[in-house]
């Protein structure tokens, strides 16, 4: 072999493994999760938007059917054999995943100061020592009403109790519609649309919620009877055969017009603006009186954390950064209208009615659902059980006070409030 052909194979050789090199220091990170629905966004708008600025780290998203991701994602984590990041569920779930050492602490996460206590909640230790997930978006409640009705009634948007229950009455008396879109049937409804929706309100959101959880208030105090006195109120507008309306009976009695409000959660967005011929606004709780606080239920729904055995934890770290950016936050929110972004950072929404939802953030307090934090893990669960009694108090079997005192007894028979 010739001096000449022995440097070209060494410079040809040299040239591959160069080439060899760079290509093993591509990192891919792999996300599991349960939403399934959101792959096309992950593939042609946020991935792109984060491996643009991060050469070297690529990211799959490998999601789970939602009915199975619980399992599978522990099984997973048990074998060693699941992504770098999870999707978080809010609770429970995930801190039982970070209890067994599966998730690691975000705390001192760059980003991580973005988010409100209350954004970060559904994934806090109960000490408040450690955040183990970088909240992703929230679903906020209120109601979404049809334009055209309320053009044609004269009825302007109602900002207090007394003028919500004014709207309905010149609703009701119209005849043209029914005043009020929900059923009590699948029992949620009555208290995820009802209860959890206008109860912040009177007990005063996060106020209320924490002194429940440290049993300095009790279901029976009146911040927690009231609103199941205006949620009794309900019945008489909520129209013929409501005991045994479905979910889907309620969204399909509004979106083919014939009712005018719709107690609401945002996720019907993006249905009801396929469905729905009619024009539609939003507005949110109405307060007691004129000049009060205004409290709205700004639930976190989805988070992400990072697998504590991940062979790539700075690569990952450096992602969850990036979701914890108002970068992402305006991408994924208005990719996903009604499921909003829990940064601190205002993301505005291309979407009207989404926009019109997020921007009581600006002048309402937020809060959670006061059931899902601790106070669902016994037997029975105060969650399941304000669903029968919210349903119970709307069809009139059981009182207010009664639906109260049945509450905080279930909730007294295995609930000890810390001290």
Do not use: C
């Given at each position: 072999m010739t001096r000449t052909t022995l440097k070209g194979l060494l410079?040809?050789?040299?040239?591959?493994?160069?080439?060899?090199?760079?290509?093993?220091?591509?990192?891919?990170?792999?996300?599991?999760?349960?939403?399934?629905?959101?792959l096309t966004i992950w593939q042609e708008?946020?991935?792109?938007?984060?491996?643009?600025?991060?050469?070297g780290i690529k990211v799959k998203f490998a999601p789970t059917a939602p009915t199975e991701y619980n399992a599978a994602l522990n099984a997973k984590l048990d074998a060693g054999s699941a992504g770098d990041l999870v999707t978080c569920r809010p609770f429970d779930v995930s801190l039982e995943l970070y209890n067994k050492k599966h998730l690691a602490d975000l705390t001192g996460l760059a980003g991580m100061e973005n988010f409100s206590p209350v954004a970060k909640s559904a994934w806090t230790t109960d000490d408040g020592s450690a955040t183990f997930c970088v909240p992703m978006a929230s679903v906020i409640h209120g109601f979404i009403y049809n334009k055209d009705a309320f053009d044609k009634l004269g009825i302007?948007?109602?900002t207090t109790e007394a003028e919500f229950?004014?709207?309905?009455?010149?609703?009701?008396?119209?005849?043209?519609?029914?005043?009020?879109?929900?059923?009590?049937?699948?029992?949620?409804?009555?208290?995820?649309m009802g209860y959890q929706n206008i109860g912040p309100t009177y007990w005063k959101g996060e106020e209320g919620r924490a002194a429940l959880i440290k049993g300095e208030q009790k279901l029976t105090d009146e911040p927690w009877v009231e609103p199941y006195r205006v949620l009794a109120k309900w019945k008489d507008y909520l129209g013929d055969g409501f005991e045994a309306q479905t979910y889907p009976d309620s969204q399909n009695l509004f979106t083919l017009g014939r009712a005018a409000i719709y107690p609401a959660g945002s996720w019907e967005i993006g249905l009801f603006n396929t469905?729905?011929?009619?024009?539609?606004?939003?507005?949110?709780?109405p307060v007691k009186a004129a000049g009060d606080t205004c409290y709205i239920s700004d639930h976190t729904d989805i988070g992400v954390g990072l697998n504590a055995k991940s062979a790539h934890p700075e690569e990952a770290k450096k992602f969850l950064s990036w979701v914890a950016s108002p970068e992402f936050a305006d991408i994924y929110a208005n990719a996903l209208p009604g499921f909003f972004s829990l940064n601190s950072t205002p993301v505005k929404m291309a979407d009207p009615l989404a926009q019109e939802f997020v921007s009581w953030r600006e002048k309402c307090k937020p809060t959670i659902r006061s059931t899902y934090q601790i106070l669902a893990r016994g037997t029975p669960?105060?969650?399941?059980?304000?669903?029968?009694?919210?349903?119970?108090?709307?069809?009139?079997?059981?009182?207010?006070?009664?639906?109260?005192?049945k509450l905080q007894k279930g909730l007294d028979s295995w609930y000890k409030p810390a001290k």
């Open positions: 410079l040809a050789s040299s040239i591959l493994g160069s080439a060899g090199l760079a290509h093993a220091e591509d990192v891919t990170l792999t996300i599991e999760s349960w939403r399934n629905d959101d708008k946020l991935i792109p938007a984060f491996e643009a600025k991060n050469p302007a948007i109602p229950f004014a709207a309905l009455d010149k609703i009701k008396a119209d005849g043209t519609y029914v005043p009020l879109a929900m059923g009590t049937k699948d029992l949620w409804e009555a208290a995820t469905q729905a011929q009619f024009k539609m606004g939003a507005f949110p709780p669960s105060l969650e399941n059980e304000t669903w029968v009694e919210s349903a119970n108090v709307i069809n009139g079997t059981d009182t207010p006070e009664v639906a109260a005192e």
